[in-house]
């Protein structure tokens, strides 16, 4: 029934534990299951999910968060791993053997980005990055072996919006696979795989948990060039073996956040367009970043594939010290790492998440001194935009 259902009620909905009828999921906090009854024979006989077995090869509380989230991105099945760095990391390697070239985004999030520039190259593996919003660029870099097309739905922290049905008819063409980083729209936003992208990772430590109190990541699949079982085969010789599971914990307050998901990002969206479009009018921004504003360079390109403008969004100030004093006079919103709470959190890229790449390289990345990123909360938006301009105002007062 509820494939019939509007996101929302997908969101909030899912069947109660077969055994007690609890509504709320149960936490199977163990790491070690029984051997009851003729389970030693079904798992000789090849059962690995049909029965519990050890909790880094998967947990019923895991599962649950895992058909939940198959259903609201509308994929086919999914993989929970400990973070959004290990969903990306398994589902490249369960992709990926040495001396496969990768095509990725010049601009993704700085520990992929370090990924793919330092670290992939030990394991054999040649990476192009170019800007992906540039269709016929992509094209130039494909190589006979290039295997996978790696973008972001809205690139952190540049919110560069890629024309995903281009890519994936482009990259579909020559069989190469198309994995997309949803983490700054989540599923609320963006359905990659309803414009065709094969494997869609999410930090669901974001706004899939919603409350800043869990790291997790999520893996879907939906392909006709991957096998059916694919995800299933990550679990068991990629996730397994490297050994990156979710917490039974961690699972259910994901599962918990995940129903409210719809609610928080209607709020979270209307929140940061009215921010986006103040700033926008600010005399002491010089630039505003936000998919939903019309000055958006991939305005088109978000008009169709997000079904707001998220709630993620940046702008220039004159530098980055005018950026963190700005930061430090914030009294309602926090300056933090992270992103997707229902507090509204915020930091300058550059010298935070970026800190370690060059900064030339980062600069060609669109990492910018004074830049600074917002992820928009669910508070009153009289309060935000108070604070942001008591904060803009004393932005050149030393403390
Ligand atoms: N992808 C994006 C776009 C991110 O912003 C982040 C973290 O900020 C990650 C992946 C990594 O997620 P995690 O911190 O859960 O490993």
């Not at 690995?48 to 058909?67: A, D, F, H, M, Q």
């Not at 997000?306 to 100030?317: E, I, Y």
């Not at 004074?370 to 928009?376: K, Q």
Request: glycine share 6%.
């Amino acid at each position: 029934m509820s494939k019939d259902l509007n996101f929302a009620s997908q969101a909030v909905f899912y069947d109660p534990e077969e055994h007690s009828q609890s509504i709320s999921y149960p936490i199977y906090m163990s790491a070690n299951f029984q051997y009851a009854g003729d389970i030693y024979d079904q798992i000789v006989d090849g059962a690995r999910k049909e029965v519990n077995i050890y909790s880094r090869c998967g947990n019923p509380t895991e599962y649950k968060l895992e058909e939940h989230i198959a259903k609201l991105t509308g994929g086919t099945a999914c993989l929970a791993t400990a973070s959004g760095m290990a969903a990306i990391s398994h589902a490249l390697f369960g992709i990926l053997k040495a001396g496969d070239h990768v095509v990725a985004d010049l601009t993704t999030y700085s520990s992929t980005h370090e990924f793919f520039d330092h670290r992939a190259q030990d394991f054999g593996l040649k990476v192009s990055l170019v800007d992906c919003t540039d269709v016929k660029a992509v094209e130039a870099a494909f190589t006979d072996k290039t295997k996978v097309l790696y973008v972001e739905a809205i690139a952190n922290p540049t919110m560069k919006v890629p024309p995903l049905r281009a890519l994936v008819e482009l990259a579909h063409s020559r069989g190469i696979v198309v994995i997309c980083d949803n983490t700054f729209a989540s599923p609320a936003v963006c359905r990659p795989h309803d414009f065709g992208v094969d494997v869609v990772v999410e930090s669901a430590t974001k706004f899939i948990g919603g409350h800043n109190d869990a790291v997790g990541g999520v893996i879907t699949l939906k392909s006709d060039i991957l096998p059916a079982d694919w995800v299933e085969d990550v679990r068991w010789n990629t996730l397994n073996k490297l050994g990156a599971p979710l917490s039974p914990f961690n699972a259910w307050l994901l599962l918990r956040g995940a129903q409210t998901l719809a609610l928080r990002l209607e709020k979270q969206c209307a929140n940061a367009r009215a921010l986006a479009l103040h700033l926008e009018k600010h005399p002491k921004v010089k630039r505003v970043f936000y998919p939903g504003l019309e000055s958006h360079p991939n305005y088109e390109s978000a008009k169709e594939q997000l079904k707001d403008g998220g709630a993620m969004l940046s702008f220039r100030v004159a530098d980055e010290a005018s950026g963190v004093r700005l930061l430090k006079r914030l009294q309602l919103c926090s300056f933090a790492a992270s992103l997707g709470g229902l507090r509204t959190t915020t930091q300058v890229p550059a010298t935070m998440a970026f800190l370690d790449i060059p900064s030339q390289e980062r600069e060609a990345m669109g990492v910018v001194d004074g830049l600074v990123r917002f992820s928009v909360g669910i508070e009153h938006i009289d309060d935000i935009i108070a604070d942001v301009d008591q904060a803009i105002e004393q932005m050149h007062i030393d403390l």
